[in-house]
């Protein structure tokens, strides 16, 4: 099965400051890289995603990059707000028909106003 | 249009009880996808359902079931529940099994005591 690693497990950050986390994987045959916000009593939002013909994706403030050949993702966000503060959530799909995506463990990025 | 619903949102139950939590997927999603999450962790697989077939099964055991009804939505039901399955049981849907853009509901937080 799929192995998801996410680094760092919490990021703080002053408001203004770019904010970076790092995924690796496992599975060479991953194809599809999505990113969730969970806030507290939430359940997780997919903010931005990237699939494996693409080397980097832009939304605004987020972006995400892949690297494939060393098997890892990170998730961008630029010009921090305090409303970014939450936790975010890599996943990678194990190899197969169905989609059954591995979580991270999560980071917690807590922006200072 | 309403996202993915869930019921109940909480529930306090004693152990050897049984559970059934439900959920409703976004209209036109016909995948419906169920998820344990632990508290400091990312969400685990349990279930995935396509048009009322089982598609996935992940890592847990016989006392976990779900279906999936003609109308898309989907019931979880946990038997003789542990201290252990305390957790928030988060539902996805999707357009299609493979389709790989989940959207979370906000989650039912199960407590066991």
Do not use: M
């Amino acid at each position: 099965g799929e192995n998801v690693e996410q680094h760092p497990s919490t990021l703080s950050v002053q408001e203004g400051d770019s904010a970076v986390i790092k995924c690796t994987y496992s599975d060479s045959a991953s194809n599809y890289f999505p990113w969730y916000k969970q806030e507290l009593g939430k359940g997780p939002q997919l903010i931005i995603d990237i699939r494996s013909n693409v080397g980097e994706k832009k939304d605004q403030r987020i972006a995400v990059t892949l690297n494939k050949t060393a098997k890892h993702f990170s998730l961008h966000i630029t010009e921090t707000q305090p409303e970014d503060s939450a936790v975010y959530f890599c996943a990678a799909p194990a190899s197969g028909g169905s989609y059954i995506p591995t979580f991270g463990r999560g980071t917690s990025l807590i922006v200072h106003p | 249009d309403a996202g993915v619903t869930q019921s109940p949102t909480h529930l306090i139950k004693t152990r050897g009880q049984h559970v059934t939590l439900r959920c409703s997927p976004i209209s036109g999603h016909k995948s419906v996808s169920w998820y344990q999450q632990v508290l400091g962790q990312g969400p685990q697989f349990i279930f995935q359902y396509y048009e009322k077939e089982e598609r996935g099964r992940g890592n847990f055991p016989d006392r976990f079931s779900a279906r999936q009804f003609p109308n898309y939505s989907s019931e979880l039901n946990v038997n003789a529940l542990l201290l252990g399955d305390s957790a928030l049981y988060l539902c996805a849907s999707s357009t299609r099994t493979g389709g790989y853009e989940q959207y979370f509901g906000p989650g039912t937080r199960l407590t066991v005591t």
